[in-house]
């Protein structure tokens, strides 16, 4: 079986602390694998507001997720603080990646990583459009 790849991107543009709360565990005791996705998530929405956007609206447009893949390394468990760094990568017309690492300082283990590809979005016209240059300078590239 192939196993999936995700490449650091250049530098991390932002970086968060969250703590696994309770409902982020699965009935094996760790955290589960739909609740890395919501760290992310939560991630995403964080250094979003950091430049006083918002998943919907990104300086005129807004935000869908197109796809998602994740690679776990660690285990994380209830309580544990964990950094999450964001980065950006393949910018595009009207789309870009964000790239995550999720690691746990106490032991510097890095417990997974996660990609999303993001588009950029009309809701009222429901079609994709050219990424705002707003959204283009946070991500530290030119689209």
């Not at 990646?97 to 016209?125: H, N, W």
């Given at each position: ?14 970086h968060t ?30 250094w ?11 300086g ?16 994380a ?30 032991d ?6 996660v ?16 990424l ?6 946070c ?5």
């Amino acid at each position: 079986m192939a196993r999936v790849q995700i490449e650091a991107p250049p530098s991390w543009l932002f970086h968060t602390t969250l703590t696994v709360r309770v409902g982020d565990i699965n009935y094996g005791g760790h955290l589960g694998n739909d609740r890395v996705l919501g760290l992310a998530h939560e991630a995403r929405v964080r250094w979003l507001a950091s430049h006083n956007f918002s998943e919907a609206d990104v300086g005129g447009a807004g935000l869908i997720m197109a796809d998602a893949a994740l690679v776990f390394r660690r285990e994380a468990f209830l309580g544990d603080v964990l950094d999450v760094a964001l980065g950006a990568a393949e910018v595009r017309r009207s789309s870009f990646d964000l790239v995550y690492l999720l690691t746990r300082p106490a032991d510097g283990a890095e417990i997974a990583q996660v990609k999303t590809g993001m588009v950029s979005f009309d809701y009222t016209a429901r079609k994709v459009v050219r990424l705002p240059q707003g959204l283009v300078h946070c991500l530290g590239s030119v689209a």
